[in-house]
């Protein structure tokens, strides 16, 4: 299996654009989480899904953050307009049973800078 | 608030020595924690986990110690090489938490040839 893949790697866009960062889990994993990591605040749990239903959104910054995840392949974090201050990188995971350790994958992430 | 931190932001060690990171907790309801590595371009990797029931567990050249007294978490790496040069984070999951990690901040962990 290739692991969790995200794209695109690196996003630079201006501020209030859109922009859509993907995420492709593990074949078979029934939960996907959604990361952001800031020097500033570490790694905080956005939103994350189990069997495609989100579960838990309350780490979402704000409305204009949302995430999709329409099948079981496929995931979308949205951000619209987007900001400088969502510079971060973002991580998709995605896991077969609930995130007991070393059941958790993480993706390579994507690295969004917001001029 | 409750957060789970770390007391050094980077740790320096020579390679071949052991080195320890630390990590803090607040929640005393916390009943699981992990180590994960993190290196530069890719996600955090899991590392070694532990239960609160345990005080101390054991992996290939890494071994975690949990003291709930003082809620406080350590990493020892032993004979450190270079390709352990990464960020590491502990994390720990609530009991009732449903399926949701919380991360600390990271160490930076850099082995000197």
């Known amino acids: 299996d290739a692991g969790v893949i995200q794209s695109p790697r690196h996003e630079v866009t201006e501020m209030g654009q859109e922009v859509t960062l993907r995420c492709k889990p593990i074949?078979?994993?029934?939960?996907l989480f959604w990361y952001r990591q800031t020097m500033m605040r570490g790694l905080e749990l956005l939103i994350y899904?189990?069997?495609?239903?989100?579960?838990?959104d309350s780490g979402m910054p704000e409305d204009r953050f949302s995430a999709k995840m329409p099948n079981a392949s496929f995931s979308t974090l949205k951000i619209q307009p987007s900001e400088p201050r969502d510079s971060a990188v973002y991580f998709c995971?995605?896991?077969?049973?609930?995130?007991?350790?070393?059941?958790?994958?993480f993706g390579s992430g994507t690295q969004l800078s917001v001029l | 608030g409750e957060s789970v931190g770390l007391h050094l932001p980077t740790l320096s060690v020579q390679e071949g020595d052991n080195s320890i990171i630390n990590c803090a907790y607040s929640?005393?309801?916390?009943?699981?924690f992990i180590w994960y590595k993190q290196e530069s371009g890719k996600g955090p990797q899991f590392i070694i986990d532990?239960?609160?029931?345990?005080d101390k567990r054991q992996g290939q050249r890494v071994t975690v110690l949990l003291n709930k007294t003082v809620k406080h978490l350590s990493l020892q790496i032993a004979a450190t090489q270079p390709g352990d040069s990464a960020v590491y984070f502990c994390?720990?999951?609530?009991?009732?938490?449903?399926?949701?990690?919380?991360f600390g901040t990271g160490t930076r962990l850099t082995i000197i040839p």
């Open positions: 074949s078979g994993h029934d939960y």
């Open positions: 994390a720990e999951m609530r009991a009732g938490g449903n399926e949701k990690l919380t």
């Open positions: 995971a995605s896991s077969l049973f609930p995130p007991r350790g070393e059941k958790l994958f």
């Open positions: 532990i239960r609160s029931n345990m």
């Open positions: 929640n005393s309801a916390s009943d699981y």
């Open positions: 899904f189990n069997n495609n239903v989100p579960i838990d």
